[in-house]
């Protein structure tokens, strides 16, 4: 066994989750040390899509822009029953006014991945191949971790935290003893990237809904690729080895007249369920597919574990470096856990109705969401929503500790509308300043000079924005103090915009509110 290696966060693996993860501490100055047991990035693409609240984020740390470059923007999603067209909608419609980023994008896991250790590496930080978590324990400072380098050798790894990032069968969640309830759905589903042609191969996103089959056709970059989802012939599901696209249930590509010319990756699967009992032990924490699996209906997966990351890296550092007290690391879980739950029970259900081939089902899928899906396509508020639920740009955390008040429709734990803003005769938006990662002091309109002050002694960055009526429909106040989160959620919402109401909840917290290191 080699020697002591002492970092202040040990992430274990290098998935989207453990690389995002990496990099927003790595930005705001924590050691990191990241391993994951695999030689290489996976180099078939499996998640897909990245909703607009993960480009919000990777904008604060400048990579959002690469993202959408490399990507392909969704412009529209169409549902087809039983061969027929029932409906499109504009996506970018869907969103507009309610982010900088009104759209998903098509960005392939294994080339995300590439993109993340290459900026990752840029910043110093280079991910330990073939380096596997065998074991570890807490101690009264830290985590003892060994691990078991390429070549077989081991070596101990002592970190103020460990954080498992590394997947549905987690070494980190095992070792901490914690509970992974949930189930798998009965049937075997593929996934498969094609070189194909045909009316729903244009560049936006299918779905077929039939009697008993359904399928989603994702745009890839290239023009004439997609990514097919669906399901297996029934007599092919029992088998479970040397399964391939002969195996395919190709009812749903018959009617959607999908011609497939090449197929260039396949892949079988079983969608699992699960929330794990617990997010946290100590020292150590789980985040991603470590903590929650669901199906991937609504393309939420990956995104979710990405927000675990950004909610609970600014955590970490500010406890590290000395900017709050290690209660602040309490929030993490129920903040994320909650959300989790909501997530899995509602992609069940919709999955559930997707695949079921029950008489009840089928008369859903065939009869009903011809009828209701053009309908809801139609109204704009149900468009709204939708685009919140998708993109994830409503998940809120208002019943956390670390959430209080509420200015306008904007309550303490909701995420910060986004809006177009003058600040200081600069035509710009609200969320330029969250680049700082750094707690701040949003003012729409004027600022008390009470306000100025109290900001100034505790070295709180003051953003006042000139008023606009776009602001009040957003749900903002006028002259209302909101007090930001560095992951651009509102910790504060004071309607009276009082300074008193500032310094009371920081010092409640033992939060020292400078900008991280």
């Known amino acids: ?5 002492a ?10 989750t453990g690389l995002v993860m990496a990099m927003w501490l790595t930005r705001i100055g924590v050691r990191v040390r990241i391993v994951d047991k695999t030689a290489e990035p996976g180099t078939t693409s499996r998640a897909l899509v990245v909703q607009a609240r993960t480009l919000e984020f990777y904008n604060q740390i400048g990579i959002a822009d690469e993202v959408v470059a490399r990507g392909r923007k969704v412009a529209a999603v169409n549902f087809w029953v039983a061969g027929a067209h029932t409906a499109r909608a504009i996506i970018g419609e ?3 006014g309610m982010s900088p980023f009104s759209y998903p994008i098509i960005f392939p896991q294994d080339e995300h991945e590439r993109l993340l250790v290459e900026r990752l590496g840029a910043a110093g930080v280079t991910v330990e191949r073939c380096t596997e978590l065998m074991e570890f324990e807490e101690m009264a400072a830290g985590v003892v971790a060994r691990l078991k380098g390429p070549h077989g050798a081991l070596e101990t790894c002592t970190a103020a935290y460990l954080a498992g990032c590394d997947g549905a069968h987690s070494t980190v969640r095992e070792g901490l003893r914690i509970g992974f309830p949930g189930g798998s759905y009965a049937h075997l589903y593929y996934v498969a990237d094609v070189a194909a042609r045909g009316p ?3 560049g936006e996103l299918h779905v077929g809904l039939d009697a008993s089959d359904f399928l989603a056709a994702f745009p890839l970059k290239a023009d004439g690729h997609a990514r097919l989802i669906g399901t297996l012939q029934e007599s092919a599901e029992d088998r479970r080895e040397g399964l ?5 249930s190709n009812r749903v590509i018959a009617e959607m007249k999908i011609e497939v010319e090449r197929v260039n990756w396949f892949s079988t699967y079983r969608v699992h369920h699960r929330v794990a009992d617990y997010f946290r032990k100590g ?3 789980i985040l991603g597919d470590a903590a929650h699996i669901h199906s991937p209906v609504g393309g939420q997966g990956m995104n979710t574990g990405i927000g675990d990351a950004v909610n609970l890296s600014w955590k970490l550092a500010a406890v590290i470096q000395g900017r709050a007290g290690a209660a602040i690391l309490d929030s993490y879980e129920p903040e994320r856990s909650a959300f989790a739950r909501r997530l899995v029970a509602t992609t069940d259900r919709a999955f559930s109705a997707v695949t079921n081939r029950g008489a009840i089902a089928r008369r859903v899928r065939l009869q009903i969401v011809p009828r209701v899906i053009p309908w809801l396509f139609r109204v704009a508020a149900v468009r709204r929503f939708m685009f919140r639920t998708i993109s994830q740009t409503a998940v809120s955390y208002r019943t956390s500790l670390l959430s209080e008040g509420n200015a306008g429709a904007v309550y303490g734990g909701d995420r910060l509308p986004w809006v177009e803003a003058e600040r200081e005769g600069v035509a710009g938006d609200n969320f330029t300043p969250l680049a700082a990662i750094a707690w701040q002091v949003h003012v729409y309109g004027e600022a008390a000079p009470e306000i100025r002050a109290v900001c100034d002694e505790r070295k709180l960055p003051l953003h006042q924005f000139r008023w606009r009526a776009a602001m009040g429909r957003a749900g903002l106040r006028q002259n209302a103090l909101y007090l930001v989160r560095p992951d651009g959620y509102v910790a504060l ?6 300074a008193a109401t500032i310094a009371a909840y920081l010092e409640a917290r033992g939060i020292v509110a400078a900008a991280f290191a």
């Open 1 to 5: 066994m080699s020697g002591t290696d």
């Open 7 to 16: 970092v202040d966060v040990l992430i274990v693996g290098a998935g989207p």
């Open 94 to 96: 869907l969103g507009a």
């Open 200 to 202: 729903a191969i244009n």
């Open 244 to 248: 391939g696209w002969a195996d395919v």
């Open 283 to 285: 020292r150590a924490f």
């Open 493 to 498: 919402a004071d309607a009276q915009a009082r």
